[in-house]
């Protein structure tokens, strides 16, 4: 039987690594629980020198025991908190004291919903009707601001006639949040977060138009701020306009800093990826880093020391060096790549749990090579990729 510690305990091991509805807030016959008292035994750390073999270390040394092979769907790393998805394209992470980890993952295609957790099965809370042509699908996620209380979360989704926000509570039908976000034969791909202030933030694709982007009537190629209701976010740049900033095209993530001071969304372009700091009523039009090679931005966080961009294609995680005022001081440097840190192949959504660690979704289905156990869920910690940085502390 494994034993199983806070993540509290493990954080300092230095192993680790449009149209709008209004309805009632509260989920109709559900009873809230907390979330159940489950943890990893470690989480993988970005910048170890054992690769992707590389398992706890045992007690007075520095040396790291094998983790064998995945055996169909049961994966020995301990840090896979769920097994045999679909492509995870969505995740939203269950806030924690460091004594749960918790999240909800989204399927692309089949637009499942489930709520995953170390040492659980995963449970199905929805199942969504999606339209996954192209690059649509289910590929946002976000929990209710008083997810504890009314245990509400929200997805975004590519319908047969549009892209919209949807409310979902576990065994009920999605209810529309804000619709008619433009569809395309392209450019459906979209993110959501919910902002420090209650808000919902919305990354919108340009629907294969690059003209909408820089449209302020379309909702395409946006990031638009919303309440949970689907109305403007009070404050918004514009009175009575739901866009908070424009000129994105194909939006892979959303991340914030733990304070909300600072705000990224990745966008992959026709030539380059990118990441962009966000900042209220500005078009993006500078960003904090491009690649030219392409790697396959998609989900990302702000570790405060470091921004991680999850990639697709390069199958590993891009870590940007960020002065105390968060600018990027360098080039990016990869990790989880098998050779700093373990493997899991396509790397997409990211979302934190707490200051310590975050969850993340593979893709490996999805054009990749999947091994046995994928997808998957894993857990990562935050803190090692903070510290990840050659010559920091």
């Given at each position: 039987m494994r034993t199983v510690r806070p993540l509290a305990l493990l954080a300092g091991t230095g192993l680790l690594l449009s149209g709008c509805a209004t309805f009632d807030d509260t989920a109709a016959h559900q009873t809230y629980s907390a979330a159940p008292s489950i943890t990893p035994e470690h989480a993988p750390d970005p910048g170890g020198p054992s690769g992707s073999d590389a398992g706890p270390a045992k007690p007075g040394s520095t040396s790291r025991t094998p983790i064998p092979p995945p055996q169909g769907c049961k994966d020995f790393d301990e840090a896979v908190i769920a097994t045999c998805l679909d492509p995870v394209s969505a995740v939203a992470g269950i806030p924690s004291d460091g004594t749960s980890a918790s999240a909800l993952a989204g399927e692309?295609?089949?637009?499942?919903?489930?709520?995953?957790?170390?040492?659980?099965?995963?449970?199905?809370?929805?199942?969504?009707?999606v339209d996954a042509s192209g690059d649509g699908g289910l590929t946002g996620l976000a929990l209710s601001p008083a997810y504890g209380e009314d245990q509400l979360f929200f997805a975004y989704i590519t319908t047969p006639s549009d892209n919209r926000v949807v409310r979902l509570a576990k065994g009920q039908a999605p209810k529309p949040v804000l619709t008619g976000i433009p569809k395309g034969a392209t450019g459906n791909h979209g993110a959501l977060m919910r902002d420090a202030k209650g808000g919902l933030l919305v990354a919108t694709g340009d629907a294969g138009n690059p003209a909408a982007a820089a449209d302020p009537n379309s909702l395409a190629g946006k990031i638009l701020r919303i309440d949970v209701a689907g109305q403007p976010f009070a404050g918004n740049p514009t009175a009575g306009s739901p866009v908070f900033a424009a000129g994105l095209h194909a939006p892979g993530g959303l991340c914030a800093s733990d304070d909300g001071a600072r705000l990224w969304v990745t966008d992959r372009q026709s030539d380059k990826d990118v990441v962009y700091r966000v900042e209220a009523g500005k078009p993006f039009t500078s960003p904090a880093?491009?690649?030219?090679?392409?790697p396959g931005v998609y989900g990302c966080d702000d570790s405060g020391r470091t921004l991680g961009v999850a990639a697709t294609s390069a199958a590993n995680m891009q870590i940007l060096p960020l002065s105390p005022e968060g600018a990027v001081t360098s080039a990016p440097f990869p990790t989880f790549d098998g050779k700093k840190g373990p493997t899991y192949g396509r790397l997409g959504p990211v979302s934190p749990i707490n200051a310590d660690f975050a969850v993340m979704g593979t893709l490996n289905k999805d054009g990749g090579t999947p091994v046995s156990s994928d997808d998957r869920v894993v857990i990562i910690s935050r803190k090692a990729l903070s510290s990840a940085v050659p010559g920091k502390d």
């Open positions: 692309r295609k089949t637009g499942r919903i489930l709520l995953v957790a170390t040492g659980k099965d995963p449970v199905v809370m929805a199942t969504v009707p880093w491009s690649w030219p090679e392409k």
